[in-house]
Every structure is written in C-alpha cells, then in structure tokens.
C-alpha cells in the first residue's frame, strides 16, 4: 500500500525523512539504505549530519546509491560520488567500503551494471529506498518509457531532464548525456521506499504518480503497488491532489 504524507515544509520533510531512516537503524544497526542525490535530498542529508552530531552512527550501514552520471570521473563537482562525499560521507562515520556509487568511468558499462545488481543482492536487498522525483516522474534515471522489469542499466537522459538538472552546470551542453541507473525492478525490489517530492514544479508528477494510472510514462506510478512505500512531500508537491 502506498502512504502519503504531506508536511508543511521542506524543512519538516527533511526531518521526517531523516527519522524514518533512524527509527528503521534502530531497528536494524546494519541497515541496507539506498540513496538519491539531487537537491531535494540534500535537506535529508544536513539533517543526519546533526543527529550523527548528536550520537548516531552510521558505522555499520551499507548505501547504494541510485545512479551516477556517465563520463563524471569522481573528482568532478557534479558528479554524484563528489556530491555524496560533500553533502553526507564527508561529515558522518559510514565506513568507505560500505559505500557504493555506480561508477561513470568503466569501459565495461553492462559487466558493472550486473556487478552491482549482484553486490545489492550480496548486502541482502536493500531495506530502505530514499527516492526523488523527476519532474517528469523519473526514479533514479529511469525516464517515462523505462521498462518496469529493467536492472541497472546505462540510459540516455531526456532533454526535460537535462533541462532540469543544468542548473547545476555552467551550461546546458555540459549536462552528460547518458547515466548509469538502478533499473525500476532493482528500485522496486526494495523492503521500504521513500519518496521525497518538494515545491510546486513537482505537483503534477506527483498527480500522475499516486493518483494516475500505473504507466512506463510515468515511472514513480509503479509504487503504487508497492506494499510499504512512503511519499512525503511538502504543502506545495501536494498542491495539486484532491
Ligand atoms: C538522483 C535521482 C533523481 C532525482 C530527481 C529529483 O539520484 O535519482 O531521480 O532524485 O531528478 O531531483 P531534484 O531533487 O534535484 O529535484
């Protein structure tokens, strides 16, 4: 069953989000989490810094991380591995070899992928899922269209993403083309997902994604039939469901 919350604010969902990934460590020390990078995760993220801060440790938890840029060597500041070590591994204590990022860099592209779906299923699966939400209803890179039975795979990035993500770049031409990202079924396969959606320009992907009907071409509306899957969104993703 899918469960919707609606926060007041960005803030506040940060730090639902930040205490559902506690209240599940608790519960498991030695937790598979699955991650997302992206701005709305970075709230999330300064809000487990604080609690690590205050006493919580990350040093038994593995993470997976959703998808990395194909082309960004790690040391590139866009790159997904330098904005996870930035924006969280940097300031908490998760050990290096329990952090995994698909790597952009490997001649191999469809050997990695399958490594790392076999490193996934070597950790156990992954228990807890954070999620953001294109605002074309993407998952991890998984683009409207996406099978719902695809793995971790290279994909290419549509232009509405790619429109999307060059604010973070100096120029739209310098957004990669392709990404590596966990497929919809690998997503799928997690125990728990939470999906993060902030501010108005994602309200009508998430519309689509909880009320619509289930379609590739819209990606996120696969985990309507997820048995314990979570959006959280604040007052403004919600703005649009009745
Ligand atoms: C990032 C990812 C993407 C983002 C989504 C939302 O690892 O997998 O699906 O979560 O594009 O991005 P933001 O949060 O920047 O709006």
């Known amino acids: 069953m899918m469960k919707i919350i609606v926060k007041e604010s960005y803030e506040d969902l940060s730090k639902e989000a930040a205490k559902i990934i506690e209240r599940e460590m608790q519960k498991k020390p030695n937790l598979v989490l699955g991650l997302a990078t992206g701005s709305t995760s970075i ?13 919580l440790s ?13 082309g960004l060597d790690f040391s590139h500041p866009q790159s997904y591995h330098f904005y996870m070590q930035k924006n969280l591994f940097d300031h908490i204590d998760i050990k290096p070899r329990n952090i995994h990022i698909p790597d952009g860099m490997v001649k ?17 699966g992954i228990d ?6 294109g ?20 994909i290419k990035l549509t232009e509405s993403t790619i429109e999307d993500n060059a604010r ?25 997902i939470i999906l993060l959606a902030s501010g108005q320009s994602k309200a009508d992907a998430v519309v689509k994604s909880v009320g619509g009907q289930i379609t590739s071409q ?12 979570v959006f959280l969104l604040d007052k403004a993703a919600a703005s649009q469901l009745k």
């Open 108 to 124: 191999d592209v469809k050997k990695h992928c399958l490594e790392y779906e076999k490193v996934i299923k070597q950790a156990g």
């Open 135 to 154: 605002s074309n209803g993407h998952i991890g890179f998984n683009e409207p269209g996406s099978p719902f039975a695809s793995r971790t795979h290279l």
């Open 58 to 70: 990350f040093s038994q938890i593995t993470t997976f991380n959703l998808d990395e840029y194909f």
């Open 168 to 192: 973070f770049f100096e120029k739209k031409e310098d957004v990669p083309s392709f990404a590596i990202t966990m497929g919809i079924q690998t997503i799928f396969e997690a125990r728990k």
């Open 43 to 55: 709230g999330l993220y300064k809000e487990l810094i604080r609690m690590h801060k205050e006493g």
């Open 218 to 229: 819209v990606p996120a509306s696969i985990l309507q039939k997820h048995s314990n899957s």
């Open 128 to 133: 807890l899922q954070i999620l953001g939400l």
